[in-house]
């Protein structure tokens, strides 16, 4: 990235970075709200991403309609495709018995669970918790993604003002 500007442009990084830790800090306060740690919930996460994955290469869903799912829902597109505990902690590049800690007490919440066919999937709270969660979220998301438009994050760090320039 090219940090210096000339005389009539002034970067704004400042700007983004602030609205950057901001959403970081907030997520991980949100985090700790709803009981579980950030290593916990990249595990989370790592199930959720899967699940995800096997939703868009049918279909895809609202927010609404991810909330909705029910258990038997969610257990179908994770058929065909055993996540287990190392797959988890190779995407995490973490210990395997550090992940069988977070995904069991994730089990204990159920948040996950484990299916024999299926390996690890979501649990049936998963929708209950991590909705709402995920709500809020996305209006966080939104109001970062606003505050990088206004300052015209992306254009600066992608060179896309120089181009511009160029034409």
Do not use: C
Request: hydrophobic content about 35%.
């Amino acid at each position: 990235m090219n940090t210096k500007k000339d005389s009539n442009q002034k970067s704004n990084y400042s700007k983004a970075a602030y609205a950057w830790l901001m959403h970081v800090t907030s997520y991980y306060k949100r985090i700790s709200d709803i009981g579980i740690n950030i290593d916990e919930l990249m595990a989370l996460n790592t199930v959720a991403a899967h699940w995800l994955y096997k939703i868009n290469t049918s279909d895809t869903k609202s927010l609404d309609e991810l909330i909705e799912m029910s258990s038997d829902e969610i257990k179908k597109y994770f058929k065909g495709s055993k996540l287990s505990i190392l797959s988890i902690a190779n995407i995490l590049s973490q210990p395997k018995e550090s992940i069988r800690r977070r995904v069991q007490k994730l089990i204990d919440y159920q948040l996950l669970a484990k299916d024999e066919s299926n390996g690890i999937i979501l649990g049936e709270n998963y929708t209950k918790i991590m909705g709402g969660f995920g709500e809020v979220t996305s209006k966080e998301l939104a109001r970062l993604v606003s505050n990088l438009n206004q300052v015209k994050f992306v254009e600066e760090v992608s060179g896309l003002n120089e181009i511009k320039k160029l034409k």
